[in-house]
């Protein structure tokens, strides 16, 4: 029923998942669990939150497939370096159960470490050697990318990005797109902080019959943007996965596009180490 999308190697990856950042360490595996008895299939992570066991231990209970699931970590800020990035990787395999990772992401570019460049020819040699599928960043500006592209020989097939309403992106969104770089949208429902109250979601979701949640996830499918929400509570799990069953017009994508504030939760990643 999700949607996938073909990411620039040929990789699909489902366009809606399920996101873990601040999920205890310790329930991490029965929220899980939650998300993959209801359906989804792919799971975003990182080395610095600190869950990656209970997310392998959900999918070792689970008994679904390998190929049937999407697992995605990031490398840790002070993990940055050909060398190191690989050896974080293991470590994250270990933790995972894992003998790949489908999508491996640099979480920050940390420009003022200035060392970007050497880790994302880690990252190359990782996917070489099969220790993962897609190879991703997550928080570049365009200059970051040009640099890449300038200096390595691999495009990324992501850039994960703070995408939601009052965020829209649009500029990186289309440099993304014009790259070949599929976007990734983390926090799209705005870590639920007041965004969900706004009238215009208010609005259409009463005329849909939808919850102001699904309709902003809504919003990003139709974007072609990559989403994976994050909740602690099954029927808001639940919730956010079913979001298939209906379409919004183009007049309220055109609203929901008009909420932009560029408004950011998190840091600028210049500002970032
Ligand atoms: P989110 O936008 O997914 O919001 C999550 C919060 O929204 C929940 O804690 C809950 O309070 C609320 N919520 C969830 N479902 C709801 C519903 N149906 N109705 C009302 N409220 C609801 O925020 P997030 O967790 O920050 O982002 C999602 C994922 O993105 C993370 O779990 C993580 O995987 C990823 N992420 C990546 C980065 C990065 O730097 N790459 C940064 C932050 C998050």
């Given at each position: 029923m999700v949607p996938t999308i073909k990411l620039n190697d040929g990789v699909a990856i489902p366009q809606l998942g399920f996101g873990v950042f601040q999920i205890e360490p310790g329930q991490t595996a029965d929220k899980v669990k939650a998300a993959l008895d209801t359906g989804y299939r792919h799971i975003d992570t990182a080395q610095?939150?600190?869950?990656e066991e209970g997310v392998g231990k959900a999918i070792s209970d689970?008994?679904?497939?390998?190929?049937e699931l999407f697992v995605t970590t990031k490398l840790n800020n002070d993990g940055h370096g050909r060398e190191e990035a690989v050896t974080r990787l293991d470590k994250s395999l270990d933790r995972l159960g894992l003998d790949h990772v489908d999508l491996y992401l640099i979480h920050w570019p940390q420009p003022k470490q200035d060392r970007y460049v050497e880790t994302w020819q880690g990252f190359e040699d990782a996917k070489k050697v099969g220790k993962v599928r897609s190879i991703g960043v997550s928080n570049f500006h365009p200059e970051h990318l040009d640099r890449l592209a300038a200096e390595t020989s691999t495009v990324p097939s992501v850039n994960q990005i703070e995408l939601h309403p009052r965020l829209i992106q649009a500029a990186l969104r289309e440099y993304n797109a014009n790259h070949g770089i599929a976007t990734e949208a983390w926090s799209p429902i705005g870590?639920?902080?007041?965004?969900?109250?706004e009238d215009t979601l208010a609005t259409i979701a009463e005329r849909t019959g939808k919850s102001p949640a699904q309709v902003v996830l809504r919003w990003h499918i139709q974007h072609g943007n990559i989403v994976f929400p994050k909740s602690n509570t099954l029927s808001r799990v639940q919730e956010n996965f079913d979001i298939f069953d209906f379409e919004l017009t183009g007049d309220d994508i055109a609203s929901i596009d008009r909420m932009?504030?560029?408004?950011?939760?998190?840091?600028?990643p210049n500002d970032m180490g």
């Open positions: 610095m939150y600190g869950n689970s008994g679904i497939a390998r190929d870590q639920g902080k007041g965004l969900l109250e932009n504030a560029d408004q950011r939760i998190g840091a600028d």
